[in-house]
Nanobody, 125 residues
Framework: QVQLVESGGGLVQAGGSLRLSCAAS????????MGWFRQAPGKEREFVAA????????AYADSVKGRFTISRDNAKNTLYLQMNSLKPEDTAVYYC??????????????????WGQGTQVTVSS
C-alpha cells in the first residue's frame, strides 16, 4: 500500500511559478516510477510529467515541456513538480501517482496503481 499526499497548489497570475510536492509513505518510494497528471474542468485527466525510479530519466507532455520540471528526492520520499511561466490553460487539479510495477518512465495513466487526492492549481490571466 502507498499513500500519496500532494501540496503546493494555489492561485497564481499568468507568468508566475508554483512548486508542487507529493509526499509518499508506505512502500519503498525509491523503487518505483512516478508521475504527475492533471484534470481541467470538463476535460479528461491528462499526462503532465513522469520520472524513473532514481530520477535519471524524465518525460513531459508537449504542452509543458520547457516550463515544468519533475524531480524526486528519494531520501525524503517526495516527488516535485516545478512549474514556471504558468498559463491560464494550466489551471487544473494536479495529481501525483506511482506505478509499483515499473522503474522506468511511464506516461500512460492506466499503468499507475496509486494516486493522491489532488491539489488545485489556478492561473489567472
Amino acid at each position: 500500500q502507498v499513500q500519496l499526499v500532494e501540496s503546493g497548489g494555489g492561485l497564481v497570475q499568468a507568468g508566475g511559478s508554483l512548486r508542487l510536492s507529493c509526499a509518499a509513505s508506505g512502500r519503498t518510494f525509491s523503487s518505483y516510477a512516478m508521475g504527475w497528471f492533471r484534470q481541467a474542468p470538463g476535460k479528461e485527466r491528462e499526462f503532465v510529467a513522469a520520472i524513473s525510479w532514481i530520477g535519471s530519466r524524465t518525460a513531459y507532455a508537449d504542452s509543458v515541456k520547457g516550463r515544468f520540471t519533475i524531480s524526486r528526492d528519494n531520501a525524503k520520499n517526495t516527488l516535485y513538480l516545478q512549474m514556471n511561466s504558468l498559463k491560464p490553460e494550466d489551471t487544473a487539479v494536479y495529481y501525483c501517482a506511482v506505478d509499483t510495477t515499473s522503474i522506468v518512465v511511464v506516461t500512460s495513466q492506466n499503468e499507475y496503481d496509486y494516486w493522491g487526492q489532488g491539489t488545485q492549481v489556478t492561473v489567472s490571466s
